[in-house]
């Protein structure tokens, strides 16, 4: 309980900090619970989390479920607040940074495969919320640099950092200053502190532009994000584990499910693999099409609908 009340109170603070904004998704939404048929589906605030969204909306349409869409709503802290509200039904999570969210000082010590990840996992969620089957896709935070400070500083890991840190420039969504996977546990488990943070946004495009452009040295973006192939980025080896496991799972309001929804979005989980992700992913990131296209495609070449 102790670990859920600090989450909450983390978000309470982030989410009336963020009121009086034009683009609140939740803006006006009833905290009662969805009615029996009916899901409202949220997403965080970058493109693989409202791309999978999107497809779980799809999905749960063809079996005529009532779909409402609350999208970028934000960072973990926010989200996470608005389904426990019942402001939002459902969403795409990754079972390693959520159980990391969840865990006092992060996850368990020895924990990183992705059964043991979901076994830890269903013992800290939050009250009324549950998980469904898990995809093989994963998609997890790395610390990405470009090819020429890789050369520079002989970087192949993240522990390769510890030494030169102090003399970079790191940046991430704002969030990542207060996350154990952030800044908090680099410095836990690595020893690495860095010159300096630059909030910027999560694994989006102001962080890879600053990569890019030399405002920050090292980034953190997804690995499935298709930037790091085409700007030949690297990756830094976690081999301190302090990335678990990143499957891909619905997290849902218990009072939102039912055998209808179960069925829909295991199936979606069933067909959902790091290669495809990564595919289609870069269909909205780097050719641009509409995300609602894209998961109408993903469900219909995968026998979905």
Known sequence: MKRITAVLATVLALTLSACGTDSDPLA????????????TVGSANFAESELLAEIYSQALEADKITVTRKFNIGARELYLKALQDGSI?????????????????????????PDAVLTALKKV??????????????????????????AKHNLKTIEDLKPVAGQLTIGAG??????????KGLKEVYGVEFKEFKPLDAGGPLTV????????????????DSSIVTNKFVVLEDPKDLYLA????????TTANNPTVTAA??????KLTTENLTRYLAQVQVDKKDVKTVAKAFLTENGLI
């Open 28 to 39: 006006g939404e009833s905290a009662a619970p969805g009615k029996p048929g009916a899901v």
């Open 89 to 113: 039904d459902l969403l795409p999570e990754y079972n390693g940074a959520l159980l990391s969210a969840l865990s006092t000082g992060g996850a368990p010590q020895g924990v990183s495969s």
């Open 125 to 150: 969620l939050p009250a009324g919320t549950e998980v469904l089957e898990q995809s093989s896709a994963e998609d997890k935070d790395t610390l990405t640099v470009t090819a020429e400070t890789a």
């Open 174 to 183: 704002p969030e990542w200053a207060e996350r154990y996977q952030g800044l």
């Open 209 to 224: 532009n600053a990569l890019k452009g030399g405002d920050i040295d090292v980034a953190n973006i997804f690995s499935t």
């Open 246 to 253: 990143e499957n891909i799972i619905p997290l849902i309001r």
């Open 265 to 270: 979005l295991n199936a979606v989980s069933a």
